[in-house]
T-cell receptor, first 111, second 114 residues
Framework: GENVEQHPSTLSVQEGDSAVIKCTYS??????FPWYKQELGKRPQLIID?????GEKKDQRIAVTLNKTAKHFSLHITETQPEDSAVYFC??????????FGGGTRLMVKP | KAGVTQTPRYLIKTRGQQVTLSCSPI?????VSWYQQTPGQGLQFLFE???????NKGNFPGRFSGRQFSNSRSEMNVSTLELGDSALYLC?????????????FGPGTRLTVT
């Protein structure tokens, strides 16, 4: 089955800096890659996603890049703010709605 | 539109008992997936239901089962509870039509097994 590795497990940045979280996947048939943000005690919230026919997607301060050849994708957050502090999960899907998640990255943005 | 809702939000059960959790998807969404979230194992896929049929299944024992009703609401059941079943159980709904696979999560049911 699919296996998703996510790095780093924790990331601390200064407010205003950029943050990058990387994920690799094992199944070349995977074609959908969402990112979720989960604040403490809250539900995972979809923040951006990308499909395998696209190399990059951007939404304001958030961007995701996909390298199908290397089987990795990354989340980029620019101009980080304290409210960006949360746990971020990447996921991959090769079978409809069956998501395989990475282990999560705890992002801490220091004011 | 109202978001995904789950009931109950918190549950305490004893080993050996069984439990049923409920999930109401976003109106119009036909797919409901269930996930287990624990500190040690992270987020793991349990199963997915679409049009009252189980379409995908994760690697969980047969004690974990589910169903979906004609209004797309879904329930999951865990029989013969074990201490290791303590977790946050999340459901997610998806429109799953026209290439729209985005999944939106409910708030979860926190299950504690003692």
């Amino acid at each position: 089955g699919e296996n998703v590795e996510q790095h780093p497990s924790t990331l601390s940045v200064q407010e205003g800096d950029s943050a990058v979280i990387k994920c690799t996947y094992s199944d070349s048939a995977s074609n959908y890659f969402p990112w979720y943000k989960q604040e403490l005690g809250k539900r995972p919230q979809l923040i951006i996603d990308i499909r395998s026919n696209v190399g990059e997607k951007k939404d304001q301060r958030i961007a995701v890049t996909l390298n199908k050849t290397a089987k990795h994708f990354s989340l980029h957050i620019t101009e980080t703010q304290p409210e960006d502090s949360a746990v971020y999960f990447c996921a991959a899907s090769n079978a409809g709605n069956m998501l395989t998640f990475g282990g999560g990255t705890r992002l801490m943005v220091k004011p | 539109k109202a978001g995904v809702t789950q009931t109950p939000r918190y549950l305490i059960k004893t080993r050996g008992q069984q439990v049923t959790l409920s999930c109401s998807p976003i109106s119009g969404h036909r797919s409901v997936s269930w996930y287990q979230q624990t500190p040690g194992q992270g987020l793991q896929f349990l199963f997915e239901y679409f049009s009252e049929t189980q379409r995908n299944k994760g690697n969980f024992p047969g004690r974990f089962s589910g169903r979906q009703f004609s209004n797309s609401r879904s329930e999951m059941n865990v029989s013969t509870l074990e201490l290791g079943d303590s977790a946050l159980y999340l459901c997610a709904s998806s429109l799953d039509s026209g290439g729209a696979y985005e999944q939106y999560f409910g708030p979860g049911t926190r299950l504690t097994v003692t």
